[in-house]
């Protein structure tokens, strides 16, 4: 199994400040044929369903705020909110759709 | 647009068999692979499995031995079964649909499922 590694477990940013989630898998979920990475990235608010945000690592889904952003290639990844609102709060997940069986991060609690 | 909906017993007795069903709407189940997700109390994410319309599956090999998913295209609805539970079965379980770029996209609101006497 791939795993996939995030940090920090939990983040305290001030509103308007900028926050970094990394995460790193085990190996690399860079499809050389059609150099794409097999990541996504999720926001999960209590009581809700995750919310997917970004696939192939830096494409962002429809809707999703443009202060999120993407990056990251290979095994090494980043979530990035460039201006941390207060509906941000949440936990965030990435996940490699790589190879069965898809795995996902530990969850990194964001906070204000 | 399409949206999923679980639904099943909240409470399963150790050693028996939780039995789960995914309702699709606002789209066909057909062209697409279909996911069952938990997440335990307080933790994260562990993907089950998944379906393609025509019944072809993909299990994560945690829980192969004890898990069947099926599919009812007639009712627009998919199953999960997982068998011989025990108190660390006890979880959300989501159904959700792959997302054709990747990820999973939309998901179902959940559905708690405790396993106790």
Redesign the interface.
């Known amino acids: 199994d791939i795993m996939m590694t995030q940090s920090p477990d939990s983040l305290a940013v001030s509103l308007g400040e900028r926050a970094t989630i990394n995460c790193k898998s085990s190996q690399s979920v860079l499809y050389s044929s059609n150099k794409k990475n097999y990541l996504a990235w999720f926001q999960q608010k209590p009581g809700q369903p995750p919310k997917l945000l970004f696939y192939w690592a830096s494409a962002r889904e429809s809707g999703v705020p443009d202060r999120f952003s993407g990056s990251g290639s290979g095994t090494d990844f980043t979530l990035t909110i460039s201006s941390l609102q207060a509906e941000d709060v949440a936990v965030y997940y990435c996940q490699q759709y790589y190879t069965t069986p898809y795995t996902f991060g530990q969850g990194t609690k964001l906070e204000v | 647009q399409v949206q999923l909906q679980e639904s099943g017993p909240g409470l399963v007795k150790p050693s028996e068999t939780l039995s789960l069903t995914c309702t699709v709407s606002g789209g066909s189940i057909r062209n697409d692979y279909w ?1 069952w997700i938990r997440q335990p109390p307080g933790k ?4 089950i499995g998944h379906i393609f319309y025509s019944g072809s599956t ?1 299990y ?3 829980l192969k031995s004890r898990v069947a998913l099926s599919v009812d295209t007639s009712k627009n609805q998919f199953s999960l079964k997982l068998s011989s539970v025990t108190a660390a079965d006890t979880a959300v379980y ?1 159904c ?1 649909r792959v ?1 054709s ?5 939309p ?4 559905t708690l499922v405790t396993v106790s006497s």
């Open positions: 996911s994260g994410l562990e993907w993909n994560n090999p945690s989501f959700a997302y770029y990747g990820g999973f996209d998901w179902g609101q959940g």
